[in-house]
């Protein structure tokens, strides 16, 4: 009886046969299992490959930053790596003790800085030179802090900036003003905010020099004198200038350790929107003697390492090559300069930052091996 | 750089996250409706139970159908397949003879070539031989209509020889069966602790198996297991019931397919058998590998197991598939993602190892670039020992933290295993087994 019952209760389960033939299950349930498989590769994949920059619209940036002393040898090698610089910044302006804007080098150079500038055009460079507070070859604290603090001086400081953008035909400019006191930050934000106006008015560009810092006050007072986010709101770029963490007359070390490089970016991206972000790398180094350090570009370095049979190291945490020599005075120099690995770590760390890009400090003769991993990390398309 | 809490998501889990909140629901909605109910449960005696320690209580809730009397003890074939079971198969059958009558524990000895059949006879059990060695899933098929459990009996249980029932096993996990939707009980795992003899790393294994069971026993299963949203993705085989009347239905040995209880759960949900319940008071304990070879070997078994499952059931429009494609999708992601964990510990630490290897400083600058120290620490190590520390305090059991700097280590070697195993899910293989060695228990302490 109670058999009978289960048995038909039983029954009342609609019994549900195999719907396909194994083997066509078979085939469904490992397409099913590839396609999670696969699934799972691509969010693994997406998840270590950085975000891509959103540079639909706002493509990468990399511009040559050529100080006027290596305006000819900079330009020749921009020319050679046209393919991969989208931007050049000739340093070669400064301020005059009476506030004019001034060029810095010599009258007699003139004719070669044109001759340059028009073969940088000609390769269809966008030009936005570097006007920085250099008064006759040295940086001058007290011309640009008397226009900060002079509403009329400022605003014929300005006018004078836009007119030589407009006379001639430069796509903008960049401002490079260092050395500035704590209480200067209000005034120099106002004279940023003021300049930017200006220049969007008349279709140009903005670009404002910052030293790199982690924090809001950073190292010294001329941090302070830089508000980040309120530059960041106004500028079209801040460069950043990621060098120098050792100096000349610091103890020796690297110019620019990457685990800074890569606080620094942190930093700047809390307060300045990303893709106005440009690093600045440096392609020099020092040779520190008897606690002062002589700046020297990659060619010197290895000739140096070379002539002294010095073993040249990298110090993987910095990223950075170092070496060491004794020179014919017995005198123990410690060199720490850039090649082609530590800038490179220095772009891997801008690509995974998403920021716009970087700007070379084009010092002089750099590892020519830096150009293919420029290419690698940071393609400008 | 990544966030650190993206790489916690990815390496923790959705699915902990997803199930475990419905599990609170879940707990705050049987809450609500114990304290509802002001007629307190009745303790009812049937027919079989009416020596003590059998009792079962009734659920207060009502079967939709209505009228199905409860599945009492009586109507539980117990069903344990052995091979080589020697050691323990007597304290098996004894300690479940505390619990049922002697004349529904059934076992078939399949292919032993030890005295597993004479043992299991002289305990009292109901026993059969295999012809030939068969497979588990085999043996269990073949018990099954030699005994004619599906006509005899309402609920089978599929035992392993290694498991203990604990006492209060049947009177939590029958009532579940009022509800005449759930076809399948699926018993709480865990781990037997008090093994005197076990090596440090035998005690590391179980404290790690201990670990992953909590975890996805109360953070997946009991969300999954809610009868509003119910998907579950195991059954697991050591102690689960089974309405027998669901069987006939169930393909339980396919060919090639290593283990049984992965397939069973599939087949249940794809052919829209019914439901499964779960509850974690429905406890059984079982003896995981005490060294690492045999944690290797059972490791590598269920993953293939599970992935050859996977195989077998092509994907449908239903819950079950959306549960089981993100469970896969973060089993897969994590244990790429776990693999890595090693190889970027290395290069982020010992930088120096990688001097002079060409090609290798792209890479260090890479690795650097995307992943610190710090963002391993949070990422990664974390949120393990946050879980550790959950662990260990909802168990009270301060030896999870003793071992828990090594579990990170653990699942490395689950990753290998399990991706391992992904690729021999292609290759077929005969379903013949080896139990990880087994050794006598004390039956002092379950």
């Known amino acids: 009886m109670v058999k009978k019952a289960r048995t038909a209760e039983r029954e009342a389960v609609p019994r549900r046969a195999a719907r396909w033939p194994r083997k066509r299950r078979h085939l469904l349930g490992s397409a099913y299992l590839l396609l999670l498989l696969g699934c799972a590769l691509l969010l693994v994949a997406l ?33 050679t790596h046209r393919e991969s610089v989208n931007g050049v910044s000739p340093w070669m302006y400064g301020i005059g003790p009476n506030g004019g804007i001034t060029t810095q080098y010599s009258p007699e150079d003139s004719d070669k800085v044109d001759r340059n500038l028009s073969r940088l055009r000609d390769a269809g460079l966008p030009v936005m030179p570097t006007l920085a507070n250099i008064t006759e070859g040295r940086w001058a604290y007290e011309p640009v802090a ?76 001329r941090n302070v004198a830089q508000d980040y986010a309120a530059i960041g709101r106004v500028a079209d770029q801040v460069r950043l200038m990621g060098y120098d963490y050792h100096w000349s007359t610091s103890e020796p070390g690297a110019v620019a350790p990457v685990g800074w490089v890569r606080d620094v970016l942190d930093y700047a991206k809390t307060r300045i929107p990303p893709d106005k972000i440009v690093l600045g790398v440096p392609l020099y180094g020092y040779d520190w003697v008897d606690g002062h350090g002589e700046s020297v570009t990659w060619l010197e370095a290895f000739r140096l390492a070379t002539e002294h049979g010095a073993k040249v190291r990298y110090d993987r945490d910095r990223q950075a090559p170092w070496f060491r020599y004794t020179d014919e005075k017995g005198r123990e120099h410690e060199v720490w300069f850039e090649n082609a690995a530590s800038s490179r770590a220095k772009f891997e760390a801008v690509r995974a930052a998403g920021i716009r890009g970087v700007y070379l400090w084009m010092y002089g003769h750099e590892d020519v091996g830096m150009w293919p991993a420029l290419r690698d990390t940071l393609p400008v398309g | 750089m990544i966030p650190w809490w993206v790489l916690a998501v990815l390496v923790v889990g959705a699915n902990f996250t997803l199930w475990g909140s419905v599990g609170a629901v879940r707990l705050v909605e049987s809450l609500v409706r114990r304290a509802g109910e002001r007629v307190p449960q009745r303790a009812v005696g049937p027919g079989a139970a009416s020596k003590s320690g059998m009792r079962v209580l009734r659920s207060e809730e009502r079967a939709p159908g209505g009228g199905a009397k409860s599945v009492d003890v009586g109507d539980v074939a117990v069903l344990i397949a052995a091979h080589n079971e020697r050691v323990v198969i007597q304290d098996s059958i004894r300690s479940v003879l505390r619990l049922v009558p002697p004349k529904n524990v059934h076992v078939v000895s399949d292919g032993s070539s030890d005295h597993t059949y004479k043992l299991a006879r002289r305990a009292g059990a109901k026993v059969i031989r295999t012809r030939k060695n068969v497979g588990k899933a085999g043996a269990l098929q073949e018990a099954i209509e030699r005994f004619r459990l599906v006509d005899r009996f309402r609920v089978v249980m599929l035992l392993d020889a290694d498991t203990k029932v604990d006492a209060n096993y049947f009177a939590s996990a029958l009532p579940m069966f009022d509800d005449a939707r759930v076809v399948a009980v699926a018993g709480c795992v865990q781990t037997a602790w008090r093994r005197r003899g076990l090596s440090l790393m035998g005690k590391l294994l179980a404290c790690h198996r201990e670990r992953i069971y909590a975890l996805t026993q109360y953070l997946l299963k009991f969300g999954q297991t ?21 069987l006939p239905h169930i393909e339980m040995n396919p060919p090639g397919l290593v283990i049984e209880d992965f397939n069973m759960t599939f087949e249940v949900y794809q052919k829209k058998l019914g439901k499964v319940g779960f509850t974690p008071s429905a406890v059984a304990v079982t003896q995981d590998p005490d060294n690492l070879r045999d ?63 060409p090609g290798m400083s792209g890479l260090h600058a890479f690795m650097a670039a995307h992943f610190s120290l710090g963002s391993l620490m949070f990422g990664v190590l974390l949120p393990d020992i946050v879980l550790t520390c959950g662990v260990a305090l909802f168990q009270r059991r301060p030896r999870f933290l003793l071992f828990g700097a090594f579990f990170l280590a653990l699942r490395v070697l689950d990753s290998v295993l399990s ?4 690729a021999r899910a292609w290759s077929l293989s005969t379903g013949r087994w080896r139990s990880p060695g087994r050794r006598a228990i004390g039956t002092g302490k379950m």
């Open chain 2, 419 to 422: 991706l391992q195993a992904l």
């Open chain 1, 146 to 221: 008397r226009m900060l603090h002079d509403p009329e001086l400022m605003r014929r400081h300005v006018a004078g900036i836009v007119s030589l953008v407009q006379r001639e035909g430069y796509n903008g400019i960049d401002i490079d003003y260092e050395d500035l006191r704590a209480r200067d930050r209000d005034a120099f934000t106002g004279f940023i905010t003021l300049l930017a106006e200006r220049l969007h008015a008349v279709d140009k560009k903005l670009s404002v020099a910052l030293f790199a810092k982690t924090t809001d006050a950073g190292y010294d007072e």
């Open chain 1, 47 to 79: 998840s270590l490959t950085p975000a891509p920059a959103p540079t639909s619209q706002r493509q990468t940036l990399v511009v040559g930053a050529l100080p006027f002393w290596n305006i000819g040898g900079g330009t020749e090698t921009l020319v």
């Open chain 2, 226 to 246: 809610w009868s509003r949203f119910n998907a579950t993705h195991i059954v697991p085989g050591f102690a689960s019931l089974y309405r027998t009347e669901v």
């Open chain 2, 295 to 357: 944690y290797v070997r059972q490791t590598r078994r269920w993953a293939l197991g599970l992935w050859q499952t996977v195989r077998r059931h092509p994907p449908r429009a239903n819950l079950f598939t959306l549960m089981l494609t993100l469970l896969l999708l973060e089993l897969l992601t994590s244990s790429f993602l776990i693999l890595l964990v090693p190889v970027i510990l290395v290069a982020l630490t010992v930088p120096q190892l990688l001097v002079g290897v």
